[in-house]
T-cell receptor
Framework: DTGVSQDPRHKITKRGQNVTFRCDPISEHNRLYWYRQTLGQGPEFLTYFQNEAQLEKSRLLSDRFSAERPKGSFSTLEIQRTEQGDSAMYLC?????????????FGPGTRLTVL | QKEVEQNSGPLSVPEGAIASLNCTYSDRGSQSFFWYRQYSGKSPELIMFIYSNGDKEDGRFTAQLNKASQYVSLLIRDSQPSDSATYLCAVALSGGSYIPTFGRGTSLIVHP
């Protein structure tokens, strides 16, 4: 399977715990995006990387959220001190950066439930 | 003001009919427009993209873009029950980063 993969697919945690999600993009894609999606809403952009550089992080929801892509391949999204409001689907997408085209391919998502 | 607006629906059409889904956006500098399909519990899947005013056809799908009126639409001809899903409109705003902003999606139900 050469698509975008995410791990874990489901995560249940208690409020106050830290969680980390992993995303493996399509191998030749140099851009990687993180989104959050809640019920009845479209995906909400959080951050993105071009290779290992994080080019936009101002839309991370709070300083409890952080993301890394240390070698320009897989990425992790960490949420510290989770709150019930963090319960959502976290989606990763990747794309090949071209001048005027940016088709994003989404992974299956990680569903987070904070108790 | 939301940047990308869609009617949440549901839009219900009979099998074989044309389903028309609409989306408006606020930023006149928007350059790229996408339609994604999302089945319940699944991740979004790109089905159409359009950059220029006018129509773009791909099989049973036609995307229509009118930049002057700031709307983009998706027509699905010969709708099938398997087309039942949420359709997300996404717009890449000006600035060159091509990060799409998504609408909340329109739920489409195609009944036999």
């Amino acid at each position: 399977d050469t698509g975008v993969s995410q791990d874990p697919r489901h995560k249940i945690t208690k409020r106050g715990q830290n969680v980390t999600f992993r995303c493996d993009p399509i191998s030749e894609h140099n851009r990687l995006y993180w989104y959050r999606q809640t019920l009845g809403q479209g995906p909400e952009f959080l951050t993105y990387f071009q290779n290992e550089a994080q080019l936009e992080k101002s839309r991370l929801l709070s300083d409890r959220f952080s993301a890394e892509r240390p070698k320009g391949s897989f990425s992790t999204l960490e949420i510290q001190r989770t709150e019930q409001g963090d319960s959502a689907m976290y989606l990763c997408a990747s794309s090949l950066r071209l001048e005027s085209y940016n088709e994003q391919f989404f992974g299956p998502g990680t569903r987070l439930t904070v108790l | 003001q939301k940047e990308v607006e869609q009617n949440s629906g549901p839009l219900s059409v009979p099998e074989g009919a044309i389903a028309s889904l609409n989306c408006t956006y606020s930023d006149r500098g928007s350059q790229s427009f996408f339609w994604y399909r999302q089945y319940s519990g699944k991740s979004p899947e790109l089905i159409m993209f359009i950059y220029s005013n006018g129509d773009k056809e791909d099989g049973r799908f036609t995307a229509q873009l009118n930049k002057a009126s700031q709307y983009v639409s998706l027509l699905i001809r010969d709708s099938q029950p398997s087309d039942s899903a949420t359709y997300l409109c996404a717009v890449a705003l000006s600035g060159g980063s091509y990060i799409p902003t998504f609408g909340r999606g329109t739920s489409l139900i195609v009944h036999p």
